[in-house]
Structures are given as structure tokens and as C-alpha cells.
């Protein structure tokens, strides 16, 4: 039972980094600004795990694009969540040992985007 509950969590932990960092890139490659663009990442990674019934402030996120969103340029986005691995049925999750999850995707911005 352990490490079926073990194997569940950290399936759901890689589909949620995983839909993290893709949604993440997408949206920001489709922002204005950098403000835009950061804020637009950071709700998209909250929703995914979220969505996948997880805590979102667990998540560790890093990003970074070119200046100004220039044509042509990417997106890099990296999300990281630890998996607790010391949980026991009727007693729940403790803290203890864990395993990192880590997602990364690389996304282009639009190369004939306007810059206006």
C-alpha cells in the first residue's frame, strides 16, 4: 500500500510540473511585457497544481526570457516539487524524505509577432 500511494503522488507530481512548465511557456511567450509575462507564469503554474490537486506554494519556479520578449527568442521555464516519501496510512504525510519532481520546457516566442 506504501508504495503504491508513494508511485500515485509522484505521478501526480510529474503531471503537475509537467502541465506546469508548458503552460507557463506558452503563456508567457504569448505576453506584452516581462510583467505581463510573469505573472501570466506564475498563475499558470498555480493552476496546474491546482488542478491536479496540489499545493502550488510547494512548487519551486525559475524563468527566464530575453529583454523585452524579442522576436524569435524563447521562453525557459523550470519547476521543481518534492515528493514526500514518509507517509503511512491512518497516519498521513510526514516530513522526512522526499523526491524531486523537476520539469523543464523551452518555448518559442512567436517570431512574427508584433512588437508594438
Not at 508513494?6 to 506546469?20: I, N, Q, Y
Not at 505576453?31 to 496540489?54: P, Y
Not at 530575453?66 to 504525510?93: D, F, H, K, M, N
Request: aromatic share 6%; net charge negative.
Amino acid at each position: 500500500m506504501w508504495g503504491l500511494s508513494v508511485l500515485a503522488d509522484l505521478h501526480r507530481g510529474a503531471l503537475a510540473t509537467t502541465a506546469a512548465v508548458r503552460e507557463a511557456g506558452f503563456d508567457a511567450a504569448r505576453s506584452v511585457d516581462l510583467t505581463t509575462a510573469d505573472r501570466a507564469v506564475e498563475d499558470a503554474v498555480a493552476r496546474a497544481f491546482v488542478d491536479h490537486g496540489l499545493d502550488p506554494t510547494q512548487a519551486e519556479l525559475e524563468w527566464a526570457a530575453p529583454s523585452g520578449l524579442t522576436r524569435g527568442g524563447v521562453i525557459e521555464v523550470r519547476v521543481s516539487y518534492r515528493v514526500l516519501v514518509a507517509q503511512a496510512p491512518l497516519i498521513g504525510r510526514l516530513s522526512g524524505p522526499s523526491i524531486a519532481v523537476n520539469a523543464e520546457h523551452v518555448a518559442p516566442i512567436d517570431p512574427f509577432r508584433s512588437d508594438e
